[in-house]
Nanobody
Framework: VQLQASGGGLVQVGASLRLSCAVS????????MAWFRQAPGKEREFVAA????????KYADAVKGRFTVSRDNAKNTVDLQMNSLKPEDTAVYYC????????????????????WGQGTQVTVSS
């Protein structure tokens, strides 16, 4: 299974970016898909997750109201729309696939991830 993230870049504060993740080797329709990020010197942290059918989402408090995760199971892709970007959003963003759950439970976290993408850099300049 391969996850290929794209769409990162260098933007100004307040700008928007849309990240995309194309998955090959396995259909995503039965799996939670998620985005994580890792800033220099920090641990990888959760950003957003979307259930297998797309009807349920979960966001980190830091991005609620600014980021939106979506998926297209027919195209085997998952996107992250990022608006009102802040310098603290600067990080390498990783898309990820759950090991087998279709639904996001309250205790769902990074330990559920089976596959990771290679990451795409997002830099927000002030």
């Amino acid at each position: 299974v391969q996850l290929q993230a794209s769409g990162g870049g260098l933007v100004q504060v307040g700008a928007s970016l849309r990240l995309s993740c194309a998955v090959s080797g396995r259909t995503i329709s039965a799996y939670i898909m998620a985005w994580f990020r890792q800033a220099p010197g920090k641990e990888r942290e959760f950003v957003a997750a979307i259930s297998a059918n797309g009807r349920s989402t979960k966001y980190a408090d830091a991005v609620k109201g600014r980021f939106t995760v979506s998926r297209d199971n027919a195209k085997n892709t998952v996107d992250l729309q990022m608006n009102s970007l802040k310098p603290e959003d600067t990080a390498v963003y990783y898309c990820a696939q759950d090991r087998g759950s279709p639904f996001i439970t309250p205790d769902w976290d990074i330990r559920r991830i089976e596959y990771w993408g290679q990451g795409t850099q997002v830099t927000v300049s002030s």
